[in-house]
T-cell receptor, first 115, second 110 residues
Framework: DAGVIQSPRHEVTEMGQEVTLRCKPI?????LFWYRQTMMRGLELLIY????????DSGMPEDRFSAKMPNASFSTLKIQPSEPRDSAVYFC?????????????FGSGTRLTVV | TQLLEQSPQFLSIQEGENLTVYCNSS?????LQWYRQEPGEGPVLLVT?????EVKKLKRLTFQFGDARKDSSLHITAAQPGDTGLYLC??????????FGTGTRLKVLA
C-alpha cells in the first residue's frame, strides 16, 4: 500500500491567490482528516469526513477554508483567498476506524508558504 | 476545550540515557495514542492505550495510561539517536477525533 498521498509537497503562493491541497487516503479507510501544524499551535484538526460526508468542520478557521471529498479516494482542502497567516504544514490522515486501537495514518504533508 | 500539555517541551540527552515524557490534561479520555514525527514527515502511530492504569511496551519504549485516564507517560530506556523526533500524544473522549498535545522534541546525541 502506498499510504496516504498528498500533493503538492511544497506550495509557495502570493497572498490573495487560491490554493488547493490534495489527498488520496488509503483504500478502505472510511475516515479522512485534515490537520494543520504550526510551531505556535501544534497540530490542529480542521475537518474530518466519514464515508465522504463531512462530520465535524468546527476547526476550519474561517470561510476562506473549504474541504470536499467527492469520492472515497480523493479529498481537497481549498483556501481562497490565501493569507500569510495560513502558512503551515497541512496534513491529511485516514483511518479505518477511530476510537479504538486503530490510529491515523498520516501523509507526508504539504508545506504551504503564503508570501 | 480539551487541552493536552506535554512536558518537557524540549529534551536533549546522550545516547544510553533514560528519559520520561509526560502528557497531562484536566479532561478524561477514552483512549490515548502516542505518535513520533520525524522532520518532513507525518506523525507515525506508536501505541494506543484505552484502560486506566494500562502499561504497554514497545521494545525500549514503555507507555502508561494514568488510572484516571487524564494523563500518560512515555519512558524510553537506553535512548538511541534513532529515537530522535517529535513525540506527540493524542486523546479522544469517545468522539471520532483525536486532539493532539503540544509535543516533546527529543534529540539523542551519539
Amino acid at each position: 500500500d502506498a499510504g496516504v498521498i498528498q500533493s503538492p509537497r511544497h506550495e509557495v503562493t502570493e497572498m490573495g491567490q487560491e490554493v488547493t491541497l490534495r489527498c488520496k487516503p488509503i483504500s478502505g479507510h472510511d475516515y479522512l482528516f485534515w490537520y494543520r501544524q504550526t510551531m505556535m499551535r501544534g497540530l490542529e484538526l480542521l475537518i474530518y469526513f466519514n464515508n465522504n460526508v463531512p462530520i465535524d468542520d468546527s476547526g476550519m478557521p474561517e470561510d476562506r477554508f473549504s474541504a470536499k471529498m467527492p469520492n472515497a479516494s480523493f479529498s481537497t482542502l481549498k483556501i481562497q483567498p490565501s493569507e500569510p497567516r495560513d502558512s503551515a504544514v497541512y496534513f491529511c490522515a485516514s483511518s479505518p476506524l477511530v476510537g479504538t486501537e486503530y490510529g491515523y495514518t498520516f501523509g507526508s504533508g504539504t508545506r504551504l508558504t503564503v508570501v | 476545550t480539551q487541552l493536552l500539555e506535554q512536558s518537557p517541551q524540549f529534551l536533549s540527552i546522550q545516547e544510553g540515557e533514560n528519559l520520561t515524557v509526560y502528557c497531562n490534561s484536566s479532561s478524561v479520555f477514552s483512549s490515548l495514542q502516542w505518535y513520533r514525527q520525524e522532520p518532513g514527515e507525518g506523525p507515525v502511530l506508536l501505541v494506543t492505550v484505552v484502560t486506566g492504569g494500562e502499561v504497554k511496551k514497545l521494545k525500549r519504549l514503555t507507555f502508561q495510561f494514568g488510572d484516571a485516564r487524564k494523563d500518560s507517560s512515555l519512558h524510553i530506556t537506553a535512548a538511541q539517536p534513532g529515537d530522535t523526533g517529535l513525540y506527540l500524544c493524542a486523546g479522544s473522549s469517545g468522539t471520532y477525533k483525536y486532539i493532539f498535545g503540544t509535543g516533546t522534541r527529543l534529540k539523542v546525541l551519539a
